[in-house]
Nanobody
Framework: QVQLVESGGGLVQAGGSLRLSCAASGRTSTIAYMTWFRQAAGKEREFVARIHWSGKSTYYVDSVKGRFTISRDNAKNQVNLQMNSLKPEDTAVYYC????????????WGQGTQVTVSS
């Protein structure tokens, strides 16, 4: 199994930046993808970005393209989400999730970290 812990959320003004981290532990050699989701109050969970565990491919939802960057820190078994030019509509709880090799679902989830962007 893989355990995930997010960090880095907080309060920032519109136009500012935050970096979220998702640290993985356990059987990290079985990870295929890491994905960031977000859920705003009263809304459904939304896909944000995904990275192959090798770090070689990434994918973003259109609303964050050009502003957010997902990357892997190999030395730390960690995936980061650099968020720039933040907007109030980015306010949400952000979750990371892992998909294991051969799995067609999200096998582990972190506890979530709150991001609040003030206007």
């Amino acid at each position: 199994q893989v355990q995930l812990v997010e960090s880095g959320g907080g309060l920032v003004q519109a136009g500012g930046s935050l970096r979220l981290s998702c640290a993985a532990s356990g059987r990290t050699s079985t990870i295929a993808y890491m994905t960031w989701f977000r859920q705003a109050a009263g809304k459904e969970r939304e896909f944000v970005a995904r990275i192959h565990w090798s770090g070689k491919s990434t994918y973003y939802v259109d609303s964050v393209k050009g502003r957010f960057t997902i990357s892997r820190d190999n030395a730390k078994n960690q995936v980061n989400l650099q968020m720039n030019s933040l907007k109030p509509e980015d306010t949400a709880v952000y979750y990371c999730a892992t998909t294991l090799i051969g799995s067609g679902t999200y096998d582990s989830w972190g506890q979530g970290t709150q991001v609040t962007v003030s206007s």
